[in-house]
């Protein structure tokens, strides 16, 4: 079980690291001191910048989830 665990956390790990690399930047970071933030979007955001925001949550709610699963599999786990 624990091995089950650990290969979708290595799997959830991979796919939400490529999904928050393909957000687009928000602003007002270090990107911005450097003159990365020169466009800025008058408008609200496009629907497949939506379908990204909710897949990356709930990838990330996996991730979370297998966290907490492997963390108790390990704290209950016998000698």
Sequence with gaps: MILLFTILLVLTSSILILLVLLHKGRGG??????GGGVSSTLGGSSVAERNLD????????IWF?????????????GP
């Design 29 to 34: 970071g270090l990107s911005d001191m450097f």
């Design 54 to 61: 909710r897949f990356t949550i709930g990838v990330g709610i």
């Design 65 to 77: 989830a297998c966290i907490i699963a492997l963390g108790l599999l390990m704290a209950y786990q």
